[in-house]
């Protein structure tokens, strides 16, 4: 299954085998080099209610971010990048979501989300973040010591390589493209 530019998708982050959030998307470019997602603004989430150690369960809530998010996935990584912008729409930095792209399904994409992640500020520096909750995961057994390792292993790679910027810091949306909707049904794997 492949997409073309102006495809409207959802993508699924998915957690210990369950759906934790969703967001529709629009498909910018999808090729064996990169699989490039809009997150505009102004749409509808399913947002997790309850924590990651809980039994969450979803509620549809509207997106507070004032700009869209652009998401970039090199096919097979264990990573995305994510371009935010600030309120003021100047560029604010890259997010490294470490995870792993699983199948393509009938309504879009599903990630299985590994808790730890990096924010690369527009200056260079660079902070880990949500290292409290990977630790957390280990520590009751939902995700293996080795495979904890393996997530910072991904994380530092990604520093080491350093591909910022990625090119794609002064793209813009087609403004003509319309919001994409949140499907229903999303909720179940
Ligand atoms: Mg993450």
Redesign the pocket.
């Known amino acids: 299954m492949s997409w073309t530019s102006g495809d409207a998708v959802a993508l699924r982050q998915l957690f210990r085998g369950r759906v934790w959030s969703a967001a529709p998307a629009i498909v910018v470019r999808d090729d064996p080099e990169l699989l490039a997602l809009w997150l505009p603004p102004g749409v509808d989430l399913l947002s997790p209610v309850g924590g990651l150690f809980d039994d969450w369960t979803h509620a549809v809530r509207r997106a507070r971010r004032r700009h869209g998010i652009l998401r970039l996935t090199r096919p097979g990584a264990a990573h995305s990048i994510l371009l935010f912008r600030r309120d003021d729409g100047s560029f604010h930095g890259w997010y490294v979501?470490?995870?792993r792209q699983l199948a393509r399904t009938a309504h879009g994409i599903d990630v299985d989300?590994?808790?730890?992640?990096v924010f690369v500020e527009a200056d260079g520096r660079h902070r880990w973040l949500?290292e409290d909750e990977l630790a957390e995961a280990v520590a009751r057994g939902i995700v293996a010591a080795a495979e904890a390792e393996a997530t910072r292993a991904e994380g530092e790679r990604v520093l080491a390589a350093w591909p910022f910027p990625t090119g794609w810091e002064e793209w813009r949306p087609d403004p003509g493209w319309p919001l994409p909707e949140l499907p229903p049904g999303l909720d179940v794997v």
């Open positions: 979501n470490l995870e989300d590994h808790l730890l992640d949500d």
